[in-house]
Structures are given as C-alpha cells and as structure tokens.
C-alpha cells in the first residue's frame, strides 16, 4: 500500500495496516480508482495504515479497539498535518462514521454509502437503488443505520462473494487474482440485478476497490454510478 505524505493534502485517508491486505486486493489497488492508489486523485491525499485495521477487525467483526485507534490516528493528522477531512479505504468502516466523525472534529465520510440517502432523493423516495457491496452477508443493518439509511424500501444489496474469483482474494489471501475475470464479475453483477430488477434508478459502490469499473457499468447500463471517488472528490470540493 502507497504510504504518500504530503503536507499539501486536504483529505487524509485510514488504510487497512500495511502487511494486512490480501494478495488480491494489492492486486487491485494498482488500478486508477482505486482508494489506495495516489493516480485516482487530481489533487493530494495523506494515507495512513492504521494499526490492527485489516478485513477481519473491520469488514467481519468490527473491532471497538481499532476503532479507537483510528479515532486517535484521525485527530492526531488533523493536528499534526492540518487534514480539513477524513475518509477511509473501506466501505465497512460506514458502522464506525458517527464515532470517527465526533473524534476528528472535521468532516468524515467513511463510507460510500453514506451516498445513498442522497441518491434515493435525487430519483424519489419510491426509487429502487442498487448497492454492490463487497459482502452482502457482512453488511448488516447497524452499517445502513450509521451510514444514514432508514429504510430498506428499493434497496437491492448485491455482493460480490457470490463470485468466485473474487471470492478467492479472502479465502486464498496469498493467492493472486485474474484482474479481468474479476471486472467480469463485478459487471455481470450489475447488469444482472438490472435484468432481475428493471426499475433500478442507479448503482451506489460501497467498496473502495470498485470504482475503477465505475465507468463500464455507466456505459453497459445506462444509468449513474456513485462511488468512493464521486463521494471524495465531492467533499474535496466542499473543502
């Protein structure tokens, strides 16, 4: 993972602890989009590993200590470096945004999903939106509920462990990964759920390793595409 300072930077970002990241997803995080690659920004970030955050203490059993880590790590940039906002390099740190936003006094966006009360206003309250998640078992109500969502009316959670080479990055994590069979996968389940499910108004990213196939599935599916770069550069806008 990149470990770029500099001190022009508006937005620093909490990585998964060097060391920690499958073998697959460093395969990813080569690709422009990519939350941990420096080329998916036209401005500077900061990126900071964050001691004890890997898949197990934040996707499958969020853990309240690196919490608190992350919490001191995101108050000690905003003084230290002068960080005006803090986001994160995954979508599931969403079940920590009310705490880390309190602790870093500037604005947090933890999680693409925060997103998604924004898009269902953008298209009516009644619309049908689509979430492409990491994990669609991992992802329960207490992350929609921290992440703004109330209701689940014409929400389609869609995950990406249903696919096996995708799959492979955490049941293999030294294993390495075919990068366009996974870009098949990750379009094949958005045009999927729009073949299964007609009325989708719009497709909202949760993970931060998607956005690099933002553009691909605007142009098969006709429709728009929120992610993690759509939301930070939106903040990186307000900042």
Same mark, same amino acid.
């Given at each position: 993972?990149?470990?770029?300072?500099?001190? &022009?930077?508006?937005?620093?970002?909490?990585?998964?602890?060097?060391?920690?990241?499958?073998?697959?997803?460093?395969?990813?995080?080569?690709?422009?989009?990519?939350?941990?690659? =420096?080329?998916?920004?036209?401005?500077?970030?900061? +990126?900071?590993?964050?001691?004890?955050?890997?898949?197990?203490?934040?996707?499958?059993?969020?853990?309240?200590?690196?919490?608190?880590?992350?919490?001191?790590?995101?108050?000690?940039?905003?003084?230290?470096?002068?960080?005006?906002?803090?986001?994160?390099?995954?979508?599931?740190?969403?079940?920590?945004?009310?705490?880390?936003?309190? &602790?870093?006094?500037?604005?947090?966006?933890?999680?693409?999903?925060?997103?998604?009360? +924004?898009?269902?206003?953008?298209?009516?309250?009644?619309?049908?939106?689509?979430?492409?998640? &990491?994990?669609?078992?991992?992802?329960?109500?207490?992350?929609?509920?921290?992440?703004?969502?109330?209701?689940?009316?014409?929400?389609?959670?869609?995950?990406?462990?249903?696919?096996?080479?995708?799959?492979?990055?955490?049941?293999? =994590?030294?294993?390495?990964?075919?990068?366009?069979?996974?870009?098949?996968?990750?379009?094949?389940?958005?045009?999927?759920?729009?073949?299964?499910?007609?009325?989708?108004?719009? +497709?909202?990213?949760?993970?931060?390793?998607?956005?690099?196939?933002?553009?691909?599935?605007?142009?098969?599916?006709?429709?728009?595409?929120?992610?993690?770069?759509?939301?930070?550069? +939106?903040?990186?806008?307000?900042?």
């Amino acid at each position: 993972m990149p470990a770029v300072r500099d001190e &022009a930077a508006k937005i620093g970002v909490l990585c998964w602890e060097t060391g920690q990241v499958p073998r697959g997803l460093q395969q990813l995080e080569t690709l422009v989009g990519n939350s941990t690659n =420096p080329a998916s920004y036209a401005y500077p970030v900061s +990126f900071h590993p964050v001691r004890g955050a890997n898949v197990h203490t934040i996707l499958e059993n969020p853990d309240p200590k690196v919490l608190a880590t992350m919490m001191a790590d995101a108050a000690a940039m905003v003084a230290e470096k002068g960080i005006k906002a803090i986001t994160t390099s995954c979508g599931f740190n969403a079940i920590f945004q009310r705490e880390l936003a309190q &602790a870093a006094g500037v604005p947090v966006l933890t999680s693409s999903l925060l997103q998604v009360p +924004f898009v269902r206003l953008l298209h009516g309250p009644e619309s049908e939106i689509a979430i492409i998640t &990491a994990n669609a078992r991992a992802l329960g109500p207490r992350h929609l509920r921290a992440a703004g969502i109330a209701s689940m009316d014409g929400l389609h959670i869609l995950g990406l462990e249903q696919c096996p080479e995708w799959n492979r990055m955490f049941a293999e =994590p030294d294993a390495g990964i075919d990068l366009n069979v996974i870009e098949q996968e990750v379009l094949g389940t958005a045009l999927g759920a729009l073949q299964k499910h007609p009325g989708i108004r719009a +497709f909202v990213l949760e993970c931060t390793d998607l956005p690099p196939y933002s553009e691909a599935i605007r142009q098969q599916s006709g429709l728009p595409v929120f992610d993690f770069i759509t939301m930070v550069n +939106f903040l990186h806008s307000a900042i």
